[in-house]
């Protein structure tokens, strides 16, 4: 059944069919689909256009179609255009011509926008407390492993030493960034569509407000022109996707880094790691190579919104329906790359012997111009001080702690035997006690904050 | 001058060291790199690392330093990696070897991180100041424009009769969400990463909430290694771009469409219109065109950045700077577009008599429908009669309000003389009085609300 | 079954074990992967690995696991990670142990970049052949209606009078171009990596020069690291549907715009248009539309390669394994609105009438000022002259055809009474006689072209 | 100056203009737009438009602008609009109004179409040779380090033994294949729109063949339409930057991971390396890291142009005018990193001592699997024996060489003492002797044929 049946002299061409049907993606809306309806069905009735009686019988005939979907029941035919339309003929076939009053004064083009809002609310607060699983766990690891000292890197050279409970905060931020956005989001989807019909409004006099908190939206949209033809929720719902996408590739990256041979800081726990069909000793992150590779599928999706959206010369174009394939394929990717992220976390061997042999004594050099500075020496002459002696123990293959002192002389009088304690590296990290810095106590400090934001996003949500 | 001279032993090579430069795009940083340097020297000397003298000495030579970089009398040097540099070494030329204590217990990645914070809230605002301006064009249209009835287009087919200040309003609901999405940015980037150095936190006893209070943050980073790392900021900057480009993409897609000779609602004013180098007649839209095209510029920055943070393997690698030149160009691309669009607007010749001779009497059909509704008729009964007659006067060539009630009552017995009365936009568009429809009193509530709303943003961040 | 089991101790996790599996995409490998064993199996039994009975079984085996596989009566299980896997446990449990021997010498890594490009080489012939189907259809659209005269746009202003086939055969060039791409993509596509192990070759004696041949390969590869790393023409694929759903969104647009009302040129037929579920009266270009939004996702998927292949550490790395579902979603795509836009095109009714009403006098304002060109006068005075009789004609509101000849003649006296015998869109057209012009025999000319030209592509690939 | 003053009344609005104007990026076309006009000039006079004293007073008054704007004495003004307005009012300025019939039968959309690809022409082969050297230095380092054995990965752990030289040319195939993908944007780009005028052809008599061997291309354009409105080979030029950079993101993501204090095989020349603003012992592969954020560029810019041409509505649209600076940045960040890259190869420290140290013996698995497969065992069964092996050697913390034999034969009968003379990096690469394989008989032929292969790319073209 078409519901624009009678306009049109001939039947669709079947390929042309296949191309406008949406029913293989959007039958995941029938829920939301029917509770719409639902809705919809009571405001007509508090409109006068719905006797009670007639209310009653819709609303129950949606509950009956609802379940038979839900339990594999339903029969969807070929020519079941989209879910709206399998909706509204498994109604008319058991309610009979009754069920041809639902459509009054309301369009599939507010009633898809409303569907949309009201799964994409649910989904925001799912992924939500996925993130926010993610982020206990990396709290626990902070906590566990609070005091052991790892290399920093930049430029992925060892760069000054820091806490390992440090570097695992420095995952969680990110990741409390990503909340704050999708808690941004939920606000701008919770605006109700429904009431605005093709694209001018309702000719029904609807309480549009009254519908909202049914629908438990916040609030009805203020144009309805705009309402139909709004899709930036979706955009944003991907966007975000790709922004967590990306914090958990640079993760997954480290993570598969550390876990190499050559750093040999982590170890995967044999649940999270593969191995290879040929080679027997191999022992991979396919998992985590995933998860890095899973952004170019965000990036992707949006791509595809963006250039989807970019000068539509109507209201509503077509073009809209292929908001939801992207949308619904970032959220399975979404809930399923985060719990995997968040048991691989949790498994996670750590190999402090590994960690601590790595550490090069040259990490301490900041800290050797640092007790120049203190004398009085100018930082930027301390610093050229400094990185001489470091090529100069690169001459002559020595580690830096091993330098003689007369080599240090040479290259600047203020130095001396106080230098050879200088590098160490618990001292290097005790010393940067800064907010935020990662001092033991600077960290701990940092750990109570972090358990308490992350409990404080959302709430007023859930 | 390198800063970093001293470690390595050979010269870089010419080409890599262009390659490696920022200076070309950094320099425009260079207030707020000054700005940001004197409250490091502030915050030095109240930690005890300068003395007070020497704290007046190093500020007072870079405010010198600044002069001269805006009034274009500093010299750089092919050898000045970045700004930073290039205001270091200016320094140090000024007040000697005093200069090299500026960068005492600092690195670069703090510093630009900050710089570049500090520069894309200004942006912000000033961006939102532009948008509202449009806003405030776009309500003034409607209100000018307020009885004046347009054919509404779906699929760019007429659909129903809609108010031209409603479609007006129509493209200024997406302009607060942008707005809305901007504010959320500037929160975002209000948080100082100083104070983080390289990635441990700096070693010296610096009061970084102080220090954010001087640089008017909100408050300091919780977290060293991501305060370096993050470019949230810069991709959801990038992000609102996008969005707020494809709204007006859509904007000027309708503008050229609707003063097109075929639609011929509107006629540009000629300072926002062009020529033909080779054919005389022509009057074209090419600003139009550009802002439209312009989308692609903001898809394309944000795929740039996006990419670039794919699976960084450190806390921060050089990959990041980056990051600039996207937001440097969609800042500059929208702050030209958006007061064209602005002047475009505010100059537009309406033709309202074009653009009521356009209104197809078919745009009532769905009234027609809500008609036979009433006399208790369903819905999708009602739908299939009025298409049928659609189609009917679509094969004798005749106008729907000319169609003979004979045909009409042979579809549906409901039909009656009182059809051709509801053929008639005014009463059609009276009739959409929900909250956001199009009748002349809800969108006269639509303007109030609107004017509210859009002074109501970002009011406690100007 | 895993492939890998014995070397860890643990089962994979369930999530993570679904999150690493691509049987759900890579299932429609299997004629091609079976396809690729037999002609291993050949190899391996050439080398002396195999004896000729072991060889046999090996090939019925597989045989037969295919044939279940295609008649849906091959049992998938959840322990199968890909259908190379699956095959393989299909074919052990057929002939017992000796199945084992089938991955001799080989990887899943060279394994699967042979299935894929036996894959995309059929996907390149199948989407060239309906390219051409479409490119048959413009050129019988240009031949039938060969001299019917529209306006032609620049701008979505109209620019001068062209001939409808000119505008036919303006789609056909770009299709041309995209089957160049398209054999340009089979012939880098037809190198075989089979041979190449994991990354180092194989140990066994292996042919691969007569392998290659046994599976229609051109070559074989000659770097086996290159070889299983190499997803070039998967990304190069996906570019060519990027470029060529790009030439078709223009079309769509254009026959979108020329299906509205407004303009009218065009009518599509009813098996190709829609329906409204509220508006009786609506005939929507929906699958147009839908063809317009679906460069979105060819360009995100585009996104999706490139950023998965960014900086991989490995030869191999399992990110990878993303290239299948972006190149399958492409071909689908494909495969769907070629032969849709070919029904639409074929069944398009063209209103003449129409047409011939749209064109404006002043589309011969060029002809003008050649005119004058020819009288000497240089073409920047010209088209100057022309420029202000355009402007006064609006003005005056005339059409320009109408406007008096002392307006003219104050505007340059080499004017004079043949001006209205330019003002003649067939002798318009007549003049544009150059090669690639739009006068009638120049388009025949370029039919005849076209025609032998669209034969000519991918001849010796079929 | 506009071209087109006279048919409009007001003066453009200021900053519209700088929207819509071009020549701050596209007066680098200076060369080629005076060589499209003087073959121009050339073609009116052989027309007949032209006298022979005309020609020549036009092409030296073009030769004389061009001259001066090569030696930066041209005054470019504010009114310019683009390139080629500048060089028009120029050239009137020299010669007075005979430069006005410069522009006859002539319009900008082909003028600048046949610029663009003149230029483009030009591009492709400097970026060729480019890559050619790059070549030539890979194929350099695999001569030089030919015997050098590395571990190979896959998963970034390690996988087989490697030859080095393997592994230098495993990059170079790659770029060959981005030679292939340059001479067929070359082809594509040898066709020349002028003469198409604006959209429906030049009405003077040109004779386009030979206009077109004049400016050297191998023919003119078929349709006059696509002409001015083709940008594919544009998009196809970013494209190809967009891979060749991908490319050089895996060569520089490899060199940064190699030349890391943990894997330790490179050491980067000084010169091509930096140091830190803070941290005196850093040398920092940044050049290496620019490299590989540029893939974000490159994909940026692509996205860029796919949704410029996205839905144009006309033959000729202004969007079209975006296509340049995309193209322009392209090529100047890829004459840039591809010499960086060649110096920074040429120069690169291969410590083969910490290569040799870094192979673990467990990179012999496989050939310990395939070493039981010679006596029979099928390679699945062989395959779980060595794993459950080298998981015993993990458990013991053993390296598998060390294993002692009674582990192996509880594991597997066909074990015997022999396994041990298995685990030799020079027997596993010896034994991988197939065309493509990594035993150095292998890659000597390689090298051969690698040799041969680059030099005949683009020779017909150079």
């Known amino acids: 059944m078409k519901l624009w049946q009678g306009r049109l002299a ?25 509770a719409g309806s639902i809705a919809w069905t009571q ?19 949606l509950e009956s179609v609802l379940e038979e979907i839900q339990q594999n029941t339903f029969e969807f ?46 989904a925001l607060l799912r992924i939500d407390s996925m993130v926010l699983n993610l982020q206990k766990t990396l709290t626990q690891l902070a906590e566990v492993n609070h005091e052991v000292i790892m290399p920093g890197y930049t430029h992925l050279q060892q760069a000054q030493p820091v806490l390992l409970s ?8 990110p990741l409390q960034r990503d909340r704050m956005r999708l808690a941004f989001v939920f606000q701008e989807t919770d605006v109700m569509p429904l009431g605005s019909a093709a694209l001018a409004g309702t000719a029904y006099p609807i309480d549009r407000e ?15 022109m705009d309402a139909v033809s709004d899709r930036d929720f979706a955009v944003d719902f991907v966007y975000n996707a790709a922004v967590l996408g990306t914090h958990l590739s640079r993760l997954a990256e480290q993570l598969i880094l550390f876990s190499s041979r050559e750093f040999g800081y982590f170890e995967l726990d044999d649940a999270y ?43 509503y174009d077509k073009d809209l329906q292929e908001d939801k394939p992207a949308v619904f394929a970032c959220y399975d990717t979404l809930t399923l790359i985060l719990p995997v992220m968040n048991g691989l976390l949790s498994t996670l061997k750590i ?30 002459e301390a610093y050229g001080a400094v990185a001489k002696a470091v090529r100069k123990a690169a001459d002559l293959q020595t580690p830096l702690n091993e330098l003689p002192l007369h080599h240090w002389q040479e290259l600047h ?40 934001c992350i409990m404080k996003v959302n709430q007023d949500q859930q």
């Open 273 to 315: 790691a593969t191995g290879s069909s040929i080679m027997p000793q191999k022992k991979n992150p396919d998992m985590l190579e995933i998860v890095r590779s899973k952004t170019g599928q965000f990036n992707g999706h949006l791509i595809t919104l963006l250039t989807m959206l970019k000068a539509l010369p109507s209201v």
């Open 10 to 34: 001939a039947d669709t061409d079947e390929l042309a069919a296949r191309l406008n049907r949406s029913l293989d993606f959007d039958s995941r809306l029938a829920p939301v689909d029917v």
């Open 413 to 452: 009088p203020a130095f001396d035997q106080n230098l050879y304690t200088v590098i160490n590296p618990e001292s290097a990290v005790t010393k940067r006690a800064v907010f935020g810095g990662t001092a033991p106590d600077s960290v701990k400090e940092q750990i109570s904050l972090a358990k308490k």
């Open 166 to 173: 440090h570097w695992f905060l420095s995952h969680l931020w």
């Open 351 to 380: 190999n402090q012997d590994n960690i601590k042999d790595a550490l090069d004594p040259a990490l301490m050099a900041t800290d050797l111009a640092d007790d120049l500075v203190k004398k009085g020496v100018p930082f930027r």
């Open 77 to 122: 035919l070929d020519s079941d255009e989209d879910i709206h339309t399998a909706v509204e003929r498994g109604l008319t076939e058991k309610i009979g011509s009754l069920g041809g009053k639902l459509h009054t004064g309301r369009s599939r083009n507010d009633q898809v926008a409303t569907d949309f809002r009201l799964w994409v609310k649910e």
């Open 210 to 224: 009254s519908l909202a908190s049914a629908l438990k939206f916040k609030q009805p949209s203020p144009n309805s």
């Open 43 to 61: 405001a007509l009735s508090k409109a006068g256009v719905l006797t009670e009686d007639e209310e009653q019988e819709i609303i129950q005939g």
